[in-house]
């Protein structure tokens, strides 16, 4: 089954302990592994190295910094056993490569199994519509809770 990345679905693949204010390091692979490590903590993560791994050679395939101050790692790792999300925010910004040279202040971490490329697939092109609005990245450089980021993505995607 396909894990669609909607409003219900919120607090299942993007729960409070995956979101993060305003402390996410500012080089780009001390920040994969800070939100990584959200999701290790959230015992989403059931081999930390295999899941890194995925997550840098993904990166060393294109960037992941898609403009507009936005960077969403992302990979395909049987080091996870469902679809997650971990999100956090930088104050200064992290360098993500994107096309725009504008340092990522809003990032996204998506993993889903190997097995799950429709799952992976529809969270990533969900959240980067739902990023490309500029209320909605305003909304989450406001948001002062994880519980408010939350609502923001509920939002976004309903």
């Known amino acids: 089954m396909t894990e669609t990345l ?3 679905r919120i607090d299942t693949l993007a729960p409070t302990d995956h979101i993060a204010l305003d402390s996410a390091p500012a080089d780009k692979r001390a920040c994969i592994e800070y939100l990584l ?11 930390r190295d295999a899941a890194l791994e995925a997550l840098l050679a993904r990166e060393e395939e294109t960037t ?14 049987d080091a996870v056993a469902e679809p997650s999300v971990a999100f956090t925010r930088s104050e200064t910004g992290v360098d993500f490569g994107s096309m725009d040279d504008e340092p990522a202040r809003l990032i996204f971490m998506i993993l889903v199994p190997e097995s799950g490329a429709d799952d992976h697939l529809s969270i ?4 980067s519509r739902a990023l ?7 909304a989450l450089y406001d948001a002062d809770t994880p519980a408010e980021v939350q609502a ?7």
Do not use: C, F, W, Y
Request: a negative charge; proline letters at 2%; charged letters at 30%.
């Open 6 to 8: 909607n409003e219900d």
């Open 37 to 47: 490590d959200l999701l290790v903590d959230a015992g989403r993560v059931e081999d």
């Open 64 to 77: 992941t910094g898609v403009g507009m101050g936005i960077g969403i790692p992302h990979a395909q790792t």
């Open 124 to 127: 990533l092109s969900t959240l």
């Open 132 to 138: 490309m609005h500029d209320e909605t990245r305003d």
């Open 152 to 158: 923001v993505l509920k939002e976004a995607v309903a």
